[in-house]
């Protein structure tokens, strides 16, 4: 009888030991993922903060000293090779902050993190790439329109020497047929 009370009583604390440790095992369990989800959502706000630094410290430095449109051809196709140099750079802070946006999208479906925190962060990144890229975009254009006009003055300065110097040639002709063939070089 000592023995069954004995053994019914280890039995007790063995389920009673069994049950705290389920209890302890879910609870860290539950830590667990809590932890984790902090850390994806603290990760995920560091590579934001990369992003939107990068912009900050580079794009728009960048943006902010390259101003200028140029005074001639030359200078204006130097700005807009300097530009499309830059571009280039930026596409990778683009690609960057698409997968940011997609891995946003992704930790918010998943529930681990906090899905209005992690939008809210998304919107800010997303605001702050399209402003800059519309920026860059107009930049672009601009230079675009400054080569486009440089073009075209130097085709007109060209286009003027030479009726300047059809115009100064004193060649007169003696005959009508050569007159004709005077006014026809004019209008080719």
């Known amino acids: 009888a000592d023995y069954q009370e004995g ?30 989800q902090r850390l994806a959502l603290r990760l995920f706000q560091e590579d934001v903060k990369q992003v939107l630094d990068w912009l900050e410290k580079h ?5 902010r000293k390259n101003v200028g449109i140029g005074r001639n051809l030359q ?7 300097s530009h499309e140099t830059f571009e280039g750079v930026v596409q990778n802070t683009y690609t960057n902050a698409e997968k940011l946006l997609a891995a946003a999208e992704e930790l918010a479906q998943t529930g681990e993190c906090n899905a ?4 809210s962060v998304a919107r800010e990144l997303e605001s702050h790439i399209s402003s ?9 254009h601009v230079l675009e329109l400054a080569v ?30 050569g007159a004709e063939r005077l006014v026809e070089q004019f209008s080719t």
């Open 116 to 119: 209005d925190d992690i939008y």
């Open 59 to 63: 794009g728009e430095v960048f943006l």
């Open 7 to 36: 053994a019914s009583h280890v039995l007790s604390v063995i389920h009673e030991i069994l049950a705290h440790h389920r209890q302890l095992e879910s609870k860290w369990h539950a830590k667990k993922i809590k932890l984790h």
């Open 132 to 140: 800059f890229a519309r920026r860059v975009e107009q930049r672009r």
């Open 148 to 177: 486009l006009f440089y073009s075209h003055v130097e085709e007109l300065g060209n286009w003027f020497s030479e009726l300047k110097s059809e115009l100064v040639s004193e060649e007169v002709s003696e005959t009508y047929e």
């Open 75 to 81: 200078k204006s196709r130097a700005y807009q090779k």
